[in-house]
C-alpha cells in the first residue's frame, strides 16, 4: 500500500507572521482554519510540490524553530536561492561538502565544513543552499537533476489526467482566436507542466502563451 507523506507540522510562535513569510515565498495558501482562540491551522505548498507545511495554534508542543533539515529540491540551486532572496530570505551561499556526506550540511560550524560553490562535477544530490524562518526553522535546498533509481514519482491518474486535459482545452479555447498561427501541442504541453508545478490557471495561461511566443520567433 502506497503511503505519501503530504503535510509536515512546524512549530511557530507567531501565526500571522510564519504566514506572511512563507507566503512571501510564493508558497500557495491552501487553509486558514480557525475553531476559536486555542486552535489555528494554516497550510501551505511550496510550489511544484506533493507535500505541504502546516502550523497554527494548538497543533504541537515542539518549541518553536526546532524543526530543522527540511529539504526543499530543486532542479537549479543557484536559481533557487536568487528567487528565495528576491522574495525575502536570507539565504546561504550556494555549497557542498567537502568529502562524503556530513554534518556540515545542516550545519554551518561542523567539520570538515562545507565549500563554496556548486559541487564541482555537478552531481546530483550535492549543491545545497540553506535558510530559516523567522522562528529559526531550518530548510535545505538541494539540487537533483537526475534521480537515483526508485525515486521518480507517480505517474497521473487517468481521473486526474481528463481532468487536466478538459482545463488545458477550455483556455486553450479562450486563447486561440486571437492568437498567431502555432502548434496546439506547444501550449497544451506548457500548460500542463505549469499546472502540476501548482501554477494557477491564470499563470499557467500566461507561460503557455510565453512559451509559444518564444517558439515562433
Same mark, same amino acid.
Given at each position: 500500500?502506497?503511503?505519501? %507523506?503530504?503535510?509536515?507540522?512546524?512549530?511557530?510562535?507567531?501565526?500571522?507572521?510564519?504566514?506572511?513569510?512563507?507566503?512571501? +515565498?510564493?508558497?500557495?495558501?491552501?487553509?486558514? #482554519?480557525?475553531?476559536?482562540?486555542? #486552535?489555528? @491551522?494554516?497550510?501551505?505548498?511550496?510550489? =511544484?510540490?506533493?507535500?505541504? @507545511?502546516? #502550523?497554527? $495554534?494548538?497543533?504541537?508542543?515542539?518549541?518553536?524553530?526546532?524543526?530543522?533539515?527540511?529539504? +526543499?529540491?530543486?532542479?537549479?540551486?543557484?536559481?533557487?536561492?536568487?528567487?528565495?532572496?528576491?522574495? =525575502?530570505?536570507?539565504?546561504?551561499?550556494?555549497?557542498?561538502?567537502?568529502?562524503?556526506?556530513?554534518?556540515?550540511?545542516?550545519?554551518?560550524?561542523?567539520?570538515? =565544513?562545507?565549500?563554496?560553490?556548486?559541487?564541482?562535477?555537478?552531481?546530483?544530490?550535492?549543491?545545497?543552499?540553506?535558510?530559516?524562518?523567522?522562528? *529559526?526553522?531550518?530548510?535545505?535546498?538541494?539540487?537533483?537533476?537526475?534521480?537515483?533509481?526508485?525515486?521518480? *514519482?507517480?505517474? %497521473?491518474? $487517468?481521473?486526474?489526467?481528463?481532468?487536466?486535459?478538459?482545463?488545458?482545452?477550455?483556455?486553450?479555447?479562450?486563447?486561440?482566436?486571437?492568437?498567431?498561427?502555432?502548434?496546439?501541442?506547444?501550449?497544451?504541453?506548457?500548460?500542463?507542466?505549469?499546472?502540476?508545478?501548482?501554477? $494557477?490557471?491564470?499563470?499557467?495561461?500566461?507561460?503557455?502563451?510565453?512559451?509559444?511566443?518564444?517558439?515562433?520567433?
Amino acid at each position: 500500500m502506497d503511503m505519501k %507523506l503530504e503535510a509536515l507540522v512546524l512549530p511557530v510562535s507567531d501565526v500571522d507572521r510564519a504566514k506572511h513569510f512563507y507566503t512571501a +515565498l510564493g508558497w500557495r495558501e491552501d487553509a486558514d #482554519f480557525v475553531t476559536d482562540d486555542d #486552535f489555528r @491551522i494554516v497550510q501551505l505548498t511550496p510550489p =511544484g510540490s506533493a507535500a505541504s @507545511i502546516q #502550523f497554527g $495554534t494548538g497543533m504541537t508542543s515542539a518549541p518553536a524553530g526546532s524543526s530543522q533539515g527540511l529539504y +526543499l529540491v530543486v532542479d537549479d540551486v543557484a536559481a533557487a536561492r536568487v528567487e528565495l532572496v528576491e522574495r =525575502g530570505a536570507e539565504v546561504s551561499e550556494v555549497y557542498h561538502e567537502r568529502g562524503p556526506v556530513t554534518r556540515s550540511r545542516f550545519d554551518a560550524s561542523a567539520s570538515p =565544513g562545507r565549500v563554496p560553490g556548486r559541487d564541482p562535477e555537478g552531481s546530483s544530490y550535492a549543491s545545497f543552499a540553506s535558510f530559516s524562518d523567522p522562528d *529559526g526553522n531550518g530548510w535545505i535546498l538541494q539540487e537533483i537533476t537526475s534521480r537515483l533509481p526508485g525515486r521518480l *514519482g507517480g505517474a %497521473l491518474n $487517468t481521473s486526474d489526467l481528463a481532468e487536466l486535459l478538459r482545463d488545458v482545452e477550455q483556455h486553450h479555447g479562450d486563447y486561440e482566436p486571437t492568437a498567431p498561427k502555432h502548434h496546439w501541442y506547444d501550449w497544451y504541453a506548457s500548460y500542463i507542466v505549469a499546472r502540476e508545478h501548482g501554477r $494557477t490557471a491564470d499563470e499557467a495561461v500566461r507561460e503557455a502563451t510565453l512559451h509559444v511566443e518564444a517558439v515562433l520567433k
